[in-house]
């Protein structure tokens, strides 16, 4: 097992923290004041990782902390042993324990397929699709198009979207419009890696093996998925001019060949993190097995 010194694990701590904690501070910001950020709240309330649990810090299994005292590291998983700190793996709960396998085999699955790039982002139009005004998700924020323009558009389009926690916020005419009929069931066999919301997604699936597996790849995933977010709304319907984000008009072929380019950079961003995270739950597995917990 390895061992961290104190100053060498609160460094990493430190830089975990910093990387995130500016993201947690404008949530916060914002949520005292009754204030709301279409791109930038939606990583932390369509995402259940709490910003107190996103800024804290765990090194992993298999590695033991020096001069990590109670009051450092409060959390129920961890045990000391002649000094040292280190997670308890026993203390995985079953719930936890089978998500492993099933995170292990998403992200095999996805790595194994070639990415889809003809998309372009219409899983936001599809969630406007015939709707009233009153039941728009963003209705605080007004449409770059007309109602019309917006339905004659997507009624033009081939919609491609592989991704089931996208398909199931379309509109109710939208729905069968979409090729795939990917299901909660399905992902393993639908997910692919030119998806935004898939790579958007290595966040959740990292978060959900906290604390087993490396902090860094959490932070990480989340910066990705900031920046994935930011693309998707700006590739929206809606008009978000007033917060700075530019739009990408994938109703146009200008925004479109943008909208492509950008996902595929985004694609490549996603791939080393997807095979640390495999690489940390098949650490967290094999632990298992040797130890049949």
């Not at 910093?18 to 939606?42: I, M, S, T, Y």
């Not at 906290?210 to 994935?228: C, G, H």
Request: contains cysteine; aromatic residues 12%; hydrophobic residues 35%.
């Amino acid at each position: 097992m390895e061992i961290l010194n104190s100053a060498d694990w609160r460094r990493k701590a430190k830089s975990h923290s910093d990387k995130v904690l500016p993201w947690v501070e404008e949530f916060r910001f914002r949520r005292a004041r009754g204030q709301v950020h279409p791109v930038a709240d939606f990583l932390f309330t369509y995402y259940s990782f709490r910003p107190g649990q996103l800024i804290r810090w765990s090194p992993g299994i298999g590695i033991s902390l020096e001069g990590a005292d109670s009051k450092a590291r409060p959390e129920n998983y961890w045990k000391r042993d002649q000094g040292l700190s280190s997670l308890d793996l026993s203390l995985i709960g079953a719930k936890q324990k089978r998500t492993v396998f099933w995170i292990s085999e998403l992200m095999k699955s996805i790595a194994s397929r070639s990415g889809v790039y003809n998309c372009y982002g219409l899983h936001e139009w599809a969630m406007v699709y015939r709707l009233p005004a009153s039941d728009l998700r963003h209705s605080q924020f007004p449409l770059r198009l007309s109602p019309e323009k917006i339905n004659e558009f997507i009624d033009q389009q081939r919609i491609c979207c592989s991704h089931y926690d996208a398909v199931r916020f379309f509109s109710p005419l939208a729905r069968p419009k979409n090729i795939n009929n990917p299901t909660f069931s399905s992902r393993i066999a639908h997910e692919q890696p030119g998806c935004l919301h898939t790579n958007m997604d290595l966040y959740k699936w990292a978060y959900k093996m906290s604390p087993w597996i490396p902090s860094e790849i959490i932070s990480d995933s989340f910066l990705l998925a900031a920046k994935i977010r930011d693309l998707d709304m700006r590739a929206s319907p809606y008009d978000l001019t007033s917060l700075g984000c530019d739009p990408v008009p994938i109703e146009t072929d200008e925004g479109r060949n943008k909208y492509k380019r950008i996902q595929r950079l985004f694609s490549k961003e996603a791939e080393p993190i997807r095979e640390r995270l495999l690489e940390a739950v098949q650490k967290v597995i094999a632990h298992f097995e040797n130890k049949k917990i």
